[in-house]
């Protein structure tokens, strides 16, 4: 049966392939674009423009408009995110704050906006980072880009608590390093993968998800990770 799937942060990268992807085997694909997804929109995607994870007001009108067409989810991929470099001795504590209410708080007050549509059995993807992990940690940096990560992981692990009773999976996942604008000008040499590929990935995780791997973080090319 056709799958209702809403995918947020969708104007480019890695959401953008996820939109492209599910279309292309039929999903009925909702993309949440921060500005008008033009592209999807000349190719019969559903687009909902203008949708904001930083804003309360943005996410609500977002799911008052699913709602008004009876809009029911089979999964959200919330993929939203920026990556903005800092290092000690000069971190600019006001883009810290954007940074971890896109990151963070982004995700928390999405699913939260939107709980209501979401089917029994429905799956939720959440995109951190591995570098949000604490286990994983062994070289630092990047102070607000990994506290915002570290504290997505935590608002999918939460949610996996509050929605798994209602037949909800949440799962975090990792998308690889993966060559898109966010990474055009990080430092140092990396393999990466294409936005396709890491699509590809996340599809396969979240197709796979079940109630029994809920409330875990797997990267695209299926491990699990430690948190
Ligand atoms: N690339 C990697 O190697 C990598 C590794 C680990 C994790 N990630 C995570 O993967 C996710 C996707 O990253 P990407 O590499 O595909 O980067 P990207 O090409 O920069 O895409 C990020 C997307 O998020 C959207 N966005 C930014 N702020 C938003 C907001 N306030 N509300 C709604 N949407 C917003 C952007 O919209 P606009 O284009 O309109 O600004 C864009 O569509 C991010 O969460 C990132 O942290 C990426």
Known sequence: MMATVLVVGADKGIA??????????????????LFDGADLAADGIRVEPQVDVSSGESVKILAARLAANDTKLDA???????????????IDYDSFRKQFEIN??????????L?????????VGIVSSR?????????????????SKAAA?????????????DGISVLMLHPGMVATDLTKDFPGEHEYITPEQAAAGLIRNIDHLTPETSGRFQHSDGTFLQW
């Open 153 to 165: 992981n935590m608002v999918g692990l939460n949610l996996h608590h509050d929605l798994s009773p």
């Open 115 to 123: 709980r209501g549509l979401l089917k029994t059995g429905a799956k």
């Open 76 to 90: 959200i991929y919330h993929i939203a995110g920026v990556m903005w470099l800092d290092e000690l001795g000069d």
């Open 104 to 113: 963070a708080i982004g995700p928390l007050r999405t699913i939260e906006a």
């Open 16 to 33: 953008h392939s996820i939109v492209r992807q599910l279309d292309a085997r039929g999903d009925d694909v909702i993309a949440a674009c």
């Open 131 to 147: 570098v949000g992990s604490l286990g994983d940690n062994t070289s630092g940096g990047m102070y607000a880009y990994r506290i």
